[in-house]
């Protein structure tokens, strides 16, 4: 018998992406910024849409825009997920275990329906490019997180980019420049605020299971597991009825599915297995720009002089405490 030595598997399998040549590895940083660039600005589309949504005569409740999100999206996961099980197989790479494949899941349900839904509650109260700034807060609490719970380093410096931050947002808060009364402003800022701090648990908890896994199949695990709860809470919460929705309502459905979910959830994870979660979040400072263009543009909401102020403050920020970080990461 022919003895066959241990295979010296790589810690992440990504069935084909572990194993890279040196010029193709020297590549992968510059590759990594490129993918969250591509998903920041994507991903920046999905405020915009939800509005469209939420406007007349539409007038879609969250959860049922929510459903359609991951619903839609589902099979196009699925597809790509069972298509890269088979390569593993045909190729006879390691399978993922179950405990893996359920933290996978955990995470995308934290990063994708618990945010998601905190996200698309808030944008009933507070405008597009509002909800941006705040969301786009996430790095600050990728770093506290990071040091409260994965023996990350604060310092000092950091502490005083997050307060440049949100000093920006402070500014747009008082500008008033929110056509909604101050308590719903309150509130929608709160929610968004939340699904912040959940993206960033995402952002902390997915790099590991990214690199034991593959972005591509983890992305698909992980939105594959968050698709239930959201199905679970339209079921409880609203009637069957209210999927009955119109053509508009459904091309809104489909836009925030492909080009506001699928597309830049394989970029995001792409980039974070090539990047770190901070790096990740200096090139996601497209992201709120990209939003505020777009509400301009396409909803016609108004820029005044605070938004620019407050827009450069939290970008500053972000930025800030991003590359400070990255020389310690």
């Given at each position: 018998m022919t003895s066959v030595p241990p295979a010296r598997a790589p810690a992440a399998d990504t069935a084909g992406e572990a194993s890279t040549p040196p010029l193709a590895r020297q590549a992968a940083p510059l590759l990594g910024?490129?993918?969250?660039?591509?998903?920041?600005?994507?991903?920046?589309?999905?405020?915009?849409?939800?509005?469209?949504?939420?406007?007349?005569?539409?007038?879609?409740?969250?959860?049922?825009?929510?459903?359609?999100?991951?619903?839609l999206a589902l099979p196009i996961y699925l597809a790509i997920g069972l298509a890269d099980l088979r390569r593993r197989v045909k190729?006879?790479?390691?399978?993922?275990?179950?405990?893996?494949?359920?933290?996978?899941?955990?995470?995308?349900?934290?990063?994708?329906?618990?945010?998601?839904?905190?996200?698309?509650?808030?944008?009933?109260?507070?405008?597009?490019?509002?909800?941006?700034?705040?969301?786009?807060?996430?790095?600050?609490?990728?770093?506290?997180?990071?040091?409260?719970?994965?023996?990350?380093?604060?310092?000092?410096?950091?502490?005083?980019?997050?307060?440049?931050?949100?000093a920006g947002l402070a500014l747009i808060f008082a500008?008033?420049?929110?056509?909604?009364?101050?308590?719903?402003?309150?509130?929608?800022?709160?929610?968004?605020?939340?699904?912040s701090v959940a993206f960033a648990s995402y952002q902390l908890l997915a790099k590991p299971a990214i690199s034991a896994m593959g972005p591509r199949l983890f992305t698909c695990v992980a939105m594959t597991g968050a698709t239930v709860p959201a199905l679970a809470q339209f079921a409880i919460a609203r009637p069957a009825g209210d999927l009955a929705v119109s053509p508009a309502i459904l091309g809104y459905g489909l836009l925030l599915a492909v080009g506001?979910?699928?597309?830049?959830?394989?970029?995001?994870?792409?980039?974070?297995?090539?990047?770190?979660?901070?790096?990740?979040?200096?090139?996601?400072?497209?992201?709120?720009?990209?939003?505020?263009?777009?509400?301009?543009?396409?909803?016609?909401?108004?820029?005044?002089?605070?938004?620019?102020a407050g827009a450069a403050l939290v970008l500053a920020g972000v930025g800030w405490f991003t590359f400070a970080d990255r020389k310690v990461a």
């Open positions: 910024y490129l993918f969250a660039a591509t998903g920041a600005v994507l991903f920046s589309s999905k405020a915009v849409v939800i509005k469209l949504a939420y406007a007349p005569p539409h007038q879609v409740n969250a959860e049922t825009l929510l459903v359609l999100r991951m619903g190729g006879r790479l390691p399978l993922p275990g179950g405990r893996l494949v359920l933290r996978a899941a955990l995470v995308g349900v934290v990063g994708y329906w618990v945010a998601s839904y905190a996200d698309f509650l808030g944008l009933r109260y507070i405008s597009a490019h509002f909800e941006r700034l705040i969301l786009f807060t996430y790095p600050g609490f990728v770093v506290l997180l990071g040091a409260m719970f994965f023996g990350q380093r604060v310092r000092v410096v950091t502490l005083a980019a997050l307060g440049v931050s949100y500008a008033g420049h929110n056509p909604e009364p101050a308590r719903d402003t309150a509130i929608g800022a709160g929610l968004v605020l939340i699904a506001a979910t699928v597309l830049p959830s394989f970029f995001l994870n792409a980039a974070l297995h090539r990047i770190s979660a901070q790096a990740n979040g200096v090139i996601g400072t497209l992201s709120p720009v990209a939003t505020i263009l777009l509400a301009v543009l396409i909803l016609g909401e108004r820029l005044t002089a605070a938004d620019v």
